[in-house]
């Protein structure tokens, strides 16, 4: 049984298909926009378009100032997009970014000299000066290009929103000519925007909007969580308030100053519009933070459900002993996993095909399912290389074309013969083993390094004699480890002291050396008592 | 998590950096010790020495960590030591054998 639990990326996260989409909309959009204003940047400098009578048609006269100023914010959206010939040129990106911000600051003069009545400043005095509303647009335009392309989330927000805004504003001036009523897009005072200059902006507009589709509104609006929700059903309202609320001022005037009024619906929309975007962007990522921890947890879960049979399963078949057969011959294996699960010890003491008992011990470096997985292939092997006749001493030698690069273990194999008692051992690098006889307890030291170390290594074997009552004790390091000191030795040597003269079988043997171990351990504890019969 | 191992770093030479370890190196701790080698890693082109003789114990995780910084600064032309002196680790690194693959030294200083 699998499961898949879907949880949300670091955003809310838009299709990446549909991301492309709107991106190469976008940069269509904005090129839509350069080719519109070189064009009438043309009708500026060739008075082509000068015969065409005034009225609601696409190009008509635009001042030279808002003209030269707004194919300026074209080009510069263009650059500063993600124009693919232009992307590996940085430079181009640059240059689009300075020049938009020049243009937000000749809309900030603009704005300034109107409201200060100094059309003197600018243009002479024998052109028309640019609207008010131009200003505006260049100044949040030339702002939002820049924010916009940002890799900052918060600044791609805030330039988004403005805009959103612009466009929201310059569309009700395109409307208005659109519809044969010029007045409509009267924002403030005279003079209005012209229709040329409103396409552009709306265009400009959009063709922001979709810089980096995939961390900015667009990536909420599309969420399924609570601020999507609250996007998708109040956005379009609250876009639409400065539209609505300028039409209620110019179609029902209540005073002279009903431009105070539409001055008072701008700004309220983009008040509105600013808290709509900061609020679901929060309430958004709070919804994320919560999807994806509750998708943590529930990936969890659903590990701990699919890895418990596995562990469980493993830990029976991690230390294997058969050999029912081997008379005059007892075995007792004992094992204490540490930290509460399977780590990387594996046993096996097994009759080989040609009477021998074959004993085998890794412990592979690690904690957790897959060091013990490995742990019980390395044995296998290791008990299969000595089943078909290897020496210990060769099987650790073979062993290695098994190694992984992240992987080290420790290991003894040894083949008794039970008819002599004759042991031959082979140990890698393993903690030492105890030889208990009637008179004493010998430590048996390693025969060479740890497995998969080193794959020129050639292990060697040392030769026991095992009589009547004699003992092998095998342990892995959480058993006794040569590091620490008990009672003015180090653990083996105390280990092998407190093993002198013992004379039980082989489970009581093996009792008293897990006895010895500690009783809470970080690391596996594996016992492996092999004894010969009196 | 409290970490129950602390790493000093100091510069010996042009050439070495030592990192000397207190505490007992294990499960728990093996993951400090190897971000301190691997920082070593990135930051230059050092050959390092790690200092054990503060250290009392470590258990086969740690040795491992040792062996595969080996591996990683003999792969990118690097020198690796590991310094310690007689006792629990120096026991250890006889009986696991691993004397012959790594350069092993009595204390950092004679690394140069």
Redesign the interface.
């Known amino acids: 049984m699998s499961h898949e639990v879907a949880a949300p990326g670091p955003h809310t996260g838009i299709d990446p298909a549909l991301e492309a989409r709107l991106g190469a909309l976008g940069r269509l959009v904005r090129l839509s926009a350069t080719l519109f204003s070189v064009l009438a940047l043309l009708g500026l400098v060739f008075p082509v378009f000068a015969e065409i009578p005034p009225g609601p048609v696409l190009v008509r006269h635009l001042d030279p100032a808002s003209g030269l100023s707004l194919t300026a914010l074209s080009i510069a959206a263009l650059l500063a997009g993600t124009m693919t010939p232009m992307r590996r040129r940085r430079v181009w990106r640059r240059v689009g970014l300075a020049v938009s911000l020049l243009v937000a600051l000749f809309g900030v003069f603009i704005i300034v000299i109107f409201l200060g009545d100094r059309r003197d400043l600018w243009w002479g005095l024998t052109v028309e000066i640019p609207a008010f509303s131009v200003g505006i647009v260049l100044f949040a335009l030339g702002l939002a290009i820049p924010l916009s392309a940002s890799r900052v989330e918060s600044r791609v927000l805030a330039g988004q929103v403005g805009a959103l805004l612009t466009f929201s504003l310059t569309a009700v001036i395109f409307l208005g000519y659109a519809y044969g009523d010029p007045s409509v897009g009267r924002l403030f005072l005279q003079p209005a925007i012209s229709v040329q200059a409103s396409l552009m902006s709306v265009l400009i507009a959009i063709g922001v909007f979709l810089f980096r589709p995939s961390i900015g509104l667009l990536s909420t609006a599309s969420s399924p969580g609570a601020g999507g929700k609250l996007l998708r059903r109040f956005g379009p309202p609250v876009l639409l308030v400065p539209a609505v609320l300028i039409f209620v001022a110019e179609a029902f005037p209540t005073s002279e100053r009903v431009d105070a009024l539409a001055f008072i619906a701008v700004g309220l929309g983009l008040v509105l519009l600013v808290l709509l975007a900061v609020v679901v962007r929060a309430i958004d990522q709070t919804a994320i933070e919560a999807a994806t921890s509750a998708a943590h947890a529930e990936r969890a879960r659903i590990g701990l459900e699919q890895e418990a049979p596995v562990v469980s399963r493993l830990a029976e078949v991690l230390h294997v002993v058969s050999v029912d057969d081997a008379e005059g011959w007892d075995v007792a294996t004992r094992f204490r996993p540490g930290?509460g699960s399977v780590a990387g010890d594996a046993s096996g003491v097994r009759t080989l095909p040609d009477g021998s008992i074959g004993v085998v011990l890794v412990?592979i470096?690690?904690?957790g399912a897959e060091p013990a997985i490995r742990a019980v292939a390395v044995r296998d092997l290791l008990l299969h290389s000595i089943a078909l006749g290897l020496s210990p001493a060769d099987a650790m030698s073979r062993v290695h074309w098994h190694a992984r690069?992240?992987s080290?273990a420790?290991a003894i194999v040894m083949r008794v013969v039970p008819s002599t008692g004759s042991a031959e051992l082979s140990s890698?690098?393993h903690?030492?083993s105890i030889l208990v006889t009637s008179q004493t307890a010998k430590l048996v030291?390693?025969t060479?390094?740890?497995l998969f170390?080193?794959p020129s290594t050639e292990y060697e074997s040392v030769n026991l004699e095992l009589g009547p009552g004699d003992a092998i004790v095998l342990f892995s390091?959480g058993v006794a480890?040569?590091?620490?000191?008990a009672n003015g030795r180090?653990e083996p040597e105390a280990l092998a002291a407190m093993l002198v003269a013992e004379r039980g079988v082989a489970t009581r043997t093996a009792d008293l050396v897990l006895g010895f171990a500690d009783a809470e351990p970080?690391?596996d504890q594996t016992v492996v008592v092999l004894r010969r019969s009196l | 998590m409290v970490s129950g191992i602390t790493i000093e770093r100091s510069k010996l030479t042009e050439e070495w950096i030592a990192i000397a370890v207190t505490g007992e190196i294990d499960l728990a701790t093996v993951g400090d010790l190897d971000t301190a080698m691997d920082q070593v890693l990135a930051d230059g082109d050092q050959s390092l020495v790690v200092d054990l003789n503060g250290s009392s114990f470590m258990d086969s995780t740690g040795l491992k960590a040792l062996i595969m910084a080996d591996r990683r600064f003999g792969g990118a032309g690097r020198g690796f030591a590991v310094a310690v002196g007689s006792g629990p680790i120096s026991r250890l690194i006889d009986l696991s054998g691993v004397r012959g693959s790594l350069r092993v030294v009595d204390s950092a200083d004679d690394v140069m």
């Open positions: 930290r412990d470096t690690g904690h690069p992240d080290l420790s890698a690098g903690p030492p030291i390693p060479g390094p740890l170390l080193d390091d480890d040569v590091q620490r000191s180090t970080s690391d």
